[in-house]
């Protein structure tokens, strides 16, 4: 498979305090053709952040310190704002966790998709809303014609979502980046939800940037999976190897407080103490302050990547020490609900 | 949609009650028609004179329902006066109150009219552009500007473009009015220079904050992430947003444009409501200011229910109910 | 009781009350938080400021009799501050421009020229005495209609939004009857009809004033009463008039102060134009500023007076404003906005 999208490096800075954190920090992965990656970690790790990065577009006062994000081979941290603007939309969408108040509230939905397809395609405000039918059909949303002319109050939160996602696919975009889009809906649409993305990156041939905290989904969705703890990638891999065979001790921990994993009767076990806020993160490994196998060096150095496989990366003292503990996680497969 | 109106409209008359209720108090029982009669008459005219003038205006009634006159007292005929527009006649001067007021409204309206278009024309746009930039030094100079033509009391800058324009550089006549429309704009020129500088300031403050406001929601980064360029979100996506808020804004002062303006009137000598109403102050003219201060509040009560009436047509999630 | 001793009293409390607050703020991690990034962006305003109430202060603190005022008949037995005993003894005939040695009409010589940083007015007296003595003034009209206003407005808002119903209703219709009248006109009225007194432009500011804190006060205590650690407390069983005063109005308390700050500028400008309808406050700097007036059309004319009473009034204004903004930012970024 081709490579589609590349990030090396990629460092956001918030100014708090005085103090310029970076809440992504040298951010490493690739996204190839056709191929969901799913970006987990615990609210507040950066996971959105990194997505709006890639997007350029991290509100203020934030900012993007340093890296490059490669959409083939050209670097978008480099183009000009009217560039970006083309790429926005057009060759990278975005749906985000709230379809509650990602719509317009004064603009009717179908006026909102025919806005995102003119403003990348020239065709007829007729012919666009012609194709706005057409995707809000493929996308699952019943009687299109009048869901065309509602506002976006007037629809649940399923269908906002889905009326999004047709936003987002109007244009064919080569990259999606869905942060948490089922968050904020019922447990029966989410799965409706997330089956009909699958089916749809099928049909358009597009690859998609899954952001979630739910292990469930990525187990369900995910080709390759990325785990961010704190600001930085900690793990990542094909989804059998993280998940399966998980090298972080944060990877393992988060795997094991998973109820499906756990063994029925037991307590669940949790992963010790609480996430550090972005002012309080340690020097050297991030997690060093709740991991059981830190050491002085651990709390002293940060981790540089230890490969085991090809396509399988932790970064971590005690995998690279040989010190961590048996690859744990259960057998994804028999995990999925 | 009929039924929200009526019960808008009902709620709307229970409080222009209270406001006569309330002005009854302060006119009848805080200051007694005593104290009014003295202060037109003079302090030492005999109990006798005081009398008679209470009867020729019609203050000679017991106060409050009380056995005998449960309809013949002050508070009856206060409200029914008041709510059949029969305002009486001036306590200062004698002349009917109703007449003085027909004729103040065209002036008022000739200055604050303009006025109010202007301001709006001016400040929403600047506002856009202020929000627009965000965040940069051409934003953060805005806003200090903005406070600082708000810091100036709006009697400096009267009397300073009084000074200024008016009688150094003779620009336009310092103050005046006159009935023929083409005499009457250079006699305008003035107070509505100082009528805009002086509203400008907290205008495009308040726009601004509205502006932004908006810019920070949901929808906005769903625009930026589908491409919209920021001039475009600003025109189409914030600013309709933003109607909302400032239309309870931009409505009320509908009303108040009949009032007038106390300050510029008076100032520049436009014989407007806001120039009679400072008169009644001046020649202690209770009546007058009651009339004022009635018809104000009735113009407010009205802009409120036209307020809540437009919600319906610029937010489609307002269903009137 | 006079009206000096009881001026003095005031001070006393004043200053005693500065201290205990300050106390307060040095203990609660919060406040004092919020007071540091304050200075950090509004130092300039803070001092000008300090420096407004500092003179006000001085202007307050008086006492009868002293050396300063020599054969003047009239200022030895009266009431002196000590801002007056500063200035005391250097009156001319009439106007003299700044820090010059004649009379401005006429040319005589004057009793102490080069002596009037800002020149004197009509009946002779230093304009920067009188300047300074209008920071007295303005800090006593924004301090005593706050402090007619927050009890009553806190009152008000507070059992309205707490308890809903009939007294809600109640409050409310009280509400929109003050706001449905003009506001200006409304001032206006109260002064004339309760009389011209430095009180009750005060009592009529805050009876204006007091329907935007009212209001304030009420929408806040209706959302902090749906939050789950009122209900908890609630639902174990803590008094009515426990939660209010435990935990309603201390989370009130930075809302008090913003509005307070940002009310403040409005009501010293809103001085000022009663003092042009002459039912303002004696010794303003609106008067200062009405009396100039028909200085401008002197020839040649009299700029100092109204310059001297305008920048300090707009000096002030600013200053207020300014941290009033920063104050709004540091402290409560969303609930509330300008112009509501």
């Known amino acids: 498979m081709s490579r589609l999208l590349s990030v090396e490096g990629l460092t956001t800075r918030f100014p708090l305090a005085g103090v310029h954190v970076p809440i992504v920090d040298e951010s490493t992965f690739a996204i190839d053709r056709g191929e969901v990656l799913a970006l987990v970690g615990e609210s507040g790790c950066g996971k959105s952040m990194t997505a709006l990065s890639i997007m350029r577009l991290v509100p203020k006062p934030g900012r993007i310190h340093s890296g490059r994000v490669e959409l083939l081979g050209r670097d978008l941290l480099g183009l000009s704002v009217t560039e970006m603007r083309a790429v926005r939309g057009g060759r990278i969408s975005m749906i985000f966790q709230e379809p509650m108040t990602s719509l317009n509230p004064v603009m009717r939905c179908g006026d909102q998709v025919v806005e995102a397809i003119r403003l990348h395609d020239e065709v007829s405000r007729k012919d666009a809303l012609a194709r706005c039918r057409e995707l809000f059909v493929q996308v699952g949303i019943p009687d299109p014609d009048a869901r065309l002319r509602a506002y976006p109050h007037q629809l649940s939160g399923g269908l906002k979502q889905r009326v999004m996602i047709a936003m987002a696919l109007s244009t064919r975009p080569e990259l999606l980046i869905a942060d948490e889009p089922t968050t904020a809906l019922d447990v029966t649409i989410q799965a409706q939800i997330l089956r009909q993305l699958l089916e749809l990156r099928r049909e358009i041939g597009m690859s998609i940037l899954l952001i979630t905290h739910d292990l469930g989904i990525v187990n369900e969705l995910a080709d390759r999976v990325a785990v961010m703890y704190a600001g930085r990638i900690i793990e990542q891999g094909e989804r059998t190897d993280v998940l399966g065979r998980a090298l972080h001790p944060y990877t393992q921990g988060l795997l094991r407080s998973m109820p499906a994993l756990a063994t029925p009767g037991r307590r669940l076990p949790e992963i010790p103490g609480v996430v550090p806020s972005p002012a309080e993160w340690p020097m050297g490994c991030r997690f060093a302050t709740r991991c059981q196998l830190a050491e002085d060096r651990c709390r002293r150095e940060v981790p540089g990547a230890t490969a085991r496989s090809d396509n399988h990366v932790a970064s971590c003292h005690a995998v690279e020490e040989g010190r961590a503990q048996a690859p744990a996680g259960g057998e994804p497969e028999g995990a999925a609900r | 949609m009929l039924a929200y109106v009526i019960r808008r409209m009902a709620y709307g008359v229970i409080v222009v009650l209270g406001v006569l209720f309330f002005l009854f108090l302060l006119f009848f029982t805080v200051t007694s028609p005593d104290d009014v009669a003295r202060k037109a008459l003079g302090e030492r005219v005999p109990e006798a004179v005081v009398e008679q003038w209470k009867v020729n205006h019609g203050y000679d009634k017991p106060l409050f329902p009380e056995p005998g006159a449960w309809t013949d007292n002050m508070l009856v005929e206060h409200y029914r006066r008041m709510l059949t527009f029969d305002f009486g006649r001036s306590d200062a001067d004698d002349t009917p109150i109703a007449d003085r007021l027909r004729a103040g409204v065209g002036p008022s309206l000739a200055l604050t009219v303009p006025l109010f278009t202007f301001s709006l024309l001016a400040s929403i746009p600047l506002a856009l552009l202020v929000a627009l930039f965000r965040d940069t030094y051409i934003d953060r100079m805005g806003v200090v500007l903005c406070v600082l033509a708000m810091s100036v009391s709006i009697l400096l800058y009267i009397i300073g473009a009084q000074y200024l324009i008016g009688r150094l550089l003779h620009w336009f006549p310092i103050s005046g009015f006159d009935a023929d429309p083409r005499v009457v704009v250079r006699f305008l020129a003035l107070p509505l220079l100082v009528g805009l500088v002086a509203g400008i300031g907290g205008d495009v403050r308040f726009y601004r904050t509205v502006f932004i406001e908006e810019s920070n929601t949901d929808f906005v980064r769903t625009a930026r992430a589908k491409g919209c360029g920021e001039a475009r979100i600003m025109g189409r996506h914030v600013l309709r947003n933003s109607l909302i808020p400032i239309l309870t804004q931009v409505v009320l002062a509908i009303p108040f444009l009949f009032t007038g303006s106390l300050l510029l009137e008076s100032f520049f000598g436009i014989p407007g409501l806001g120039a009679i109403t400072v008169d009644a102050i001046n020649g202690n003219d209770f009546s007058v200011l009651r009339t004022m201060v009635y018809i104000g509040s009735l113009l407010f009560v009205g802009g409120q229910i036209l307020t809540d009436l437009s919600y319906g047509l610029v937010d489609p999630r307002v269903r009137l109910e | ?340």
Request: glycine share 10%; proline share 2%.
């Open chain 3, 1 to 340: 009781m006079e009206a000096w001793v009881f001026s003095n009293i005031v001070v006393a409390i004043l200053i005693t009350a500065a201290v205990g607050l300050t106390g307060v703020v040095l203990r609660s991690r919060m406040w004092s938080n919020a007071f540091l990034s304050l200075w950090r962006r509004r130092r300039v305003a803070i001092i000008a400021i300090g420096f407004y109430v500092l003179v006000a202060l001085l202007d307050s603190v008086s006492w009868v009799g002293g050396e300063q005022f020599g054969e003047d008949a009239v200022a030895k037995y009266q009431a002196q501050s000590i801002l007056d005993r500063a200035f005391a003894g250097i009156r001319e005939r009439s106007y003299s421009a700044p820090l010059a040695s004649v009379e401005f009409y006429g040319g005589a010589p004057l009793v102490h020229p080069g002596r009037h940083l800002l020149g004197t007015d009509l009946l002779g007296r230093d304009v920067l005495h009188l300047a300074l003595k209008g920071a007295r003034v303005a800090l006593l009209i924004g301090g005593l209609t706050s402090l007619i206003a927050i009890p009553l407005a806190l009152l008000f808002g507070v059992s309205a939004g707490y308890f809903g119903g009939r007294i809600d209703d109640f409050v409310f219709f009280i509400m929109s009857t003050l706001a449905s009248m003009p506001g200006l006109l409304l001032l206006i009225t109260l002064i004339m009809v309760m009389g011209k007194s430095t009180f009750s432009v005060c009592i009529a500011l805050a009876v204006t004033g007091w329907v935007g804190f009212c209001r304030v006060s009420r929408g806040e205590t209706i959302k902090l009463r749906e939050l789950e650690y009122i209900s908890a407390a609630r639902a174990l069983g803590v008094g009515e008039m426990r939660i209010i005063f435990r935990h309603i109005l201390p989370n009130l308390a930075h809302l008090v102060i913003i509005t307070f700050v940002l009310m403040f500028s409005g009501l010293v400008l809103s001085e000022a134009i009663l003092s042009w309808l002459g039912i303002g406050v004696d010794g303003s700097w609106g008067q200062m500023i009405d009396q100039a007036r028909d200085e401008l059309s002197r020839d040649p004319i009299v700029w100092w007076n109204i310059s001297a009473a305008g920048s300090a009034l707009f000096g002030l204004i600013l200053a207020v404003n300014f941290v009033g903004d920063a104050l709004r930012d540091v402290m409560d970024p969303r609930t509330l906005r300008e112009g509501e």
